[in-house]
Structure formats: C-alpha cells, structure tokens
C-alpha cells in the first residue's frame, strides 16, 4: 500500500476554538499523518477527543488554526475558486445522520443529481437520468425509489441515498463521519459492505471516522487512535489489536466488548478510572497522564511525540523513549 | 433457582389512526431471582414494549391485550389498582434508560432526587437524615467519588458516565428484586461502558437484584447476560442461555444477528452477513412466520403457518420450521437441529 501516492498529506495540523474568557479550546492539536491511494485511514477515540474536527478540517470544512492539509499536493485551505470547484468533485462526505442530511423537501433523483448537475457531468436529460439510476442500482435502492421523497425511507435506506449523493460526483476521496452509528446492526453491516464494495471497484480512498471500534478495524487499513486532540498511535489495522503499544490504546480495546461470551470472560480488562478531562485545560505534558497506570515524572511535563517504533507504527509515549 | 418473573402470552397494540399497530405478539418467557436476562432485537421488534408492560407503564393508545399475564412472585400485576402499581414501581422493580440526561430532574440536585425514590417507598420509616446517609451510601456504592460534594450537585454538572452511575443509585436505593435496563450504556463512550457494566455486575452480586437488560449491541450481551431473548416483529424466535445462544443458534435471525458484527479479535476480512430487506409492517403483521421474507433458508411452509417453539433442552427454545425433521437444511451454515440426517 505505502507504495502508491500520497493523496492527502496533513502536516501539524490545529484547530482552536475560542471558549470564552481567554480560555482555548484546543480540539485538534498538532496532528500529521498521510493517507495513500486506495487506502483506508479509520480514527477512533472517544467523543470529544476531535476526530471529527480533525476530518472536517482535512477537507476544507474548516480552516485551521495553524498547518497544512495537502490534497494530491495543493494546500486544501488555499485553493483558487476554480480549484475549490473542482476539490468539490473529488473530494466527498457521508454523514453520520441519515435523517438530518438529507433535505426532507427534496425528491431522491433530485438530491442525487444536484452534483451531477453542478458539476455538468451529463450532457442531456436522458444522461442524468441514466446516471442517477445507476447509482442508485449500485447502492442497492431500486428505479422505483427515485421520485419519492425522502420521509418515506427507514434510516438505513437514506443512508444509502446519503451514499448514492456522495457518488454521483465520481469522487476520489470519501470522509466518512460515522457513517453507520445511527443504524441497526443488520444494517450497519448491509453499509459496511457496501462501502467496501464500491472502494474496491471505485480505488476510493477513504477517511473513515466511527467509534466502534470493531467497524474500524474491519473496514480500515490503517487506524490511528485519538485522545484529547492528539494522535497517540497509528499502526496498521491488524497490528494495531495484536499489539497495541499506547496505554490508552490497551485500555480502550479492552474496553470493546466482545460478541463471544467465553472470550469475553477469558480475556484481560484494563479499567480506566476517571473521565475524558476537558480539552479546554488539558493536562500538561502527555494528555492521558491522569488516567495512565504507568505514569512517570517525564509524562507530567513533557509532551510525548509520535516516533515510529516499528515499520509503520506510529506511537506518542514516553515508555519508548529508550527504543 | 426460583422464577421472580413470569410472562404468560404477552399482546400489546398501540391503535393509532392507520390501525392496530401490534408491537407485542403473544411472547412468553420467565425471569429467574439474581439472574440477567438480556432483549436483543432491531429497533421495532417490541423489547421496550415489553419492559414497560413489566411496569405498567403503558398509556394510550397501547393497550395490553386480554389474555396477557404477568406474574411477580405469583401475583398478576396486570391487575393492579394505581395504588398497587405505586408500591411496586421503584420498590419492587426499578428502571434505568439511555440518556440520563434525560431522565434525571434538571432543576434537582441529585441527592434529592436519590433520596425522593426512598421517601416514596419508606417502608420502614427512616427518618429524614437516614435517608440522607442511605443516599450517601449508594453513591459510594456505584464509585461516585466525594459522594458528599456530589450530593449537592446538578445533573448538568457531572459527565455522562457519572449521570448514569446517579441514576443506577436512585433505582437501586430502595433494593428492588428487578433492575430493568434500557440500553443503558448505549450513549456511552466504550471505556465507561466497560465501567458501567462492571458497576452492575458488582451491584448485582452484591445486592442478588435481577436484571433485564435491553441492548442491541452483541458484545455486551455476551459480557453480562445469563439469558438472553431473541425478539422479531413483536415474537421471541430464541431463547436459550448465553452461551447455548452464542455458540448454538437455531434460528437464521439469531444467527445472522451474532455473524453481521465483526469480531475485534479475530483477523478476517470477509463480507458480513447481512440481512436483506426490512422488518414487516406491525399494522399487519404476517399470519406466518414473521422472517421468512427476509430469510434465506426459507421454505414454503415458512410462508404458510407459524412455526411452533420448540425446546430443546437446556431451556433453549426456537420457533423455527428448519427444526422440523422434514426440513430441507441444506446449505444452511449452522445445526438447526431438524433436517434430514444420513
């Protein structure tokens, strides 16, 4: 995979926001890391730890406080009118809601062919009309459902539609901001599969944001996991649960539960006591430092910063400062 | 063992303007003393519905249907007068739901609002700064730390895992025999979820309280349940222990259900399984088996009648025409327990 080229290259990239009082709120704080063609980068971490404000932000949703966000090579934040234009085709999102995404008022066809139309992708009437039912053929919805609105769809058929809008553009790159959370399990797996599908077939690259952590996994080439706005670790997807290096990582893959009640029972769990502290007052030197069991002096004062360890894991702690 | 819930041909229907929509359809099943029974089933299939009517909380325009029974250490409840309900609500049988914030009294402090369940059921008449004490206590019990500060405190002052441990106390403080859960964790980060779970199954071996447990997630199913009950479309397809339904499902629902999440721990790549379509229209639910549009194993007669519940032994119970000797089970992926065997 590590082969193929850079689409999307984020280098220290922060996102502040103001939070009254003088105080900041730093949701998003000195991130970098790169996503290849064809590749799946998945981010975990609880909420309010900035995965979300970190994606919106990698696709020009935001501007951020400081850094860069590179995609195939041109500075995201900085584009031409023309050039935004056309990042807006390429470059396209899911959301987590299905219900809150979608314009009630609108018909499906029509909500599925705004892009088309916007970005003069069809020639005639008859062309987009083609194209829109292809599209939604390929997300598994029928001719039928095109001229009805969508009030009449169950979740996970909207999110389907949702689907079918993102692709009618022929994008390169796809956002996925939890994508599947709002949807029943049967579901879920119905989306999943559906996404996987169509990267396969499209060489989509995505940027798949979830908290379920198993979704991830399964999707995902690589993860990286988040704690309070920063990256603690980035490794390949199946490396990243057979050794997970960061503690936060341990306990939180312990925390996942597991659908087999023997291994639920065998396996080791790791508690961590406490809460997620506010981003507004971090604590200084490593963010996890109040809840980590193998905390030193060094991890009070000093950030830890993320050093590849092995080939292709990438881990923020101090427990490896000797390796 | 003993049983402390006993559900005799449940039915609920809500009547709307568009008709009788029938949420729960004539299920049965039994809670043990001490043990967790876990609801599994997609959203719709009727496992809030169900734990309402355990306590009586359905309003118009649901309707339990004549003919239904429950029985609380063998009293029918379904026959209680308000003054009965009152006693056993919250005594008896506490509730706690997903979104705390939700539940719990914005403009109260908390520890009045722990302490307002044991005014209400003051049995044996504590005065007020023992009730206080007891409010003390329980948010000790559940890992509150500096219950004292924590007293005077605003719901809207505590995180999300913190509101859920208040309300876990202000259901547990009166010791009730049934705890009933819906989707308790569901809104929770998974590190407190893990923290969550913990606290109940410390409380309950602490306090010997039964749970019901509604969930849709799998895993957490597997981590706490004793039972588990399998609901679609307003029916039980499954019952059976835990382990017995992990690693022994005799319905296509069930199995689809525990092979369309996939597994943190082990290395695969296939394709889920999924289940195509969607559940049927309560308005006018099929006279057959309710799934066998959406399964993939199904035969005529699935079409047809209603598979009879079948047991098994080992208290597992399926209602499934694949455990007919006579069934056609072939490339079915898992033992169905009928077929033809050679």
Partial sequence: MNNRPVELEVTNLCKYYNAGRKRVLKAVDDISFVIHKGETLGIVGESGCGKTTCGKTCIGMLQPTSGQVKYQGKDVHHLTKKERFDFSGKVQMIFQDPYASLDPHQKVYD??????????????????????????????????????????????????????????????????????????????????????KLQKEKDLTMLFIAHDLSMVKHISDRIAVMYLGNMVELSPSSDLYRKPLHPYTEALLSAVPIADPKASRERKKIMLTGDVPSPVNPPAGCRFSGRCSRCTDICLNKRPELKEIEPGHFVACHLYNNL | MSTLVNVKNLSVSYFTYAGEVQSVRGISFDIEKGK?????????????????????????????????????????????????????????????????????????????????????????????????????????????????????????????????????????????????????????????????????????????????????????????????????????????????????????????????????????????????????????????????????????????????????GNGHQVACWLTDPRADITGVPFHTGGGKHE
């Fill in chain 1, 111 to 196: 909500i599925v062919a705004e892009g088309i139309r916007i970005h003069k992708l069809a020639q005639t009437k008859e062309e987009e009309e083609r194209m829109v039912l292809e599209l939604l053929d390929m997300v598994g919805l029928n001719s039928e459902h095109a001229m009805r609105n969508v009030h009449e769809f169950s979740g996970g058929q909207r999110q389907r539609i949702g689907i079918a809008r993102a692709l009618a553009v022929n994008p390169e790159f796809l956002f996925c901001d939890e994508p599947i959370s709002a949807l029943d399990v049967s579901i879920q797996a119905q989306i999943i599969n559906l996404l996987m």
């Fill in chain 2, 36 to 312: 967790t029974t876990a609801l599994v089933g997609e959203s719709g299939c009727g496992k809030s519905v169900t734990s309402k009517s355990l306590l009586g909380l359905i309003e118009k325009p649901g309707v339990i249907k004549e003919g239904s029974q429950i029985f609380y250490e063998g009293k029918n409840i379904l026959e209680f007068k308000d003054k009965e309900w009152f006693a056993f609500r919250g005594k008896e049988c506490s509730m706690i739901f997903q979104d705390a914030l939700v539940s719990l009294n914005p403009t109260m402090m908390v520890g009045k609002q722990i302490m307002e369940n044991l005014q209400n059921h003051n049995d044996a008449h504590l005065s007020q700064s023992e009730i206080q004490k007891r409010a003390q206590e329980m948010l000790d019990l559940v890992g509150i730390p500096d219950s004292h500060a924590c007293m005077n405190k605003y719901p809207h002052e505590l995180s999300g895992g913190m509101r859920q441990r208040v309300m876990i106390a202000t259901a547990l403080i009166t010791n009730p025999k049934l705890l009933i859960a819906d989707e308790p964790t569901t809104a929770l980060d998974v590190t407190i979820q893990a923290q969550i779970l913990e606290l109940m199954k410390q409380l309950q071996k602490k306090l010997g309280m039964a749970i019901i447990m509604i969930t849709h997630d799998l895993g957490v199913v597997a981590d706490i349940a004793d039972e588990i009950v399998v609901m679609y479309a307003g029916k039980i397809v499954e019952r059976g222990s835990n382990e017995e339904i992990f690693y022994n499902p005799r319905h296509p629902y069930t199995w689809a259900l525990m092979n369309s999440v996939p597994r943190l721990d082990l290395d695969n790549k296939q394709e889920l399984v999924t289940i195509e379509g969607s559940i049927p229209d309560m308005i006018n639910p099929p006279k057959s088996c309710a799934f066998c549009s959406r399964c993939p194993y199904a035969m005529n007669i699935c079409a047809e009648y209603e598979p009879e519940t079948v047991d098994l």
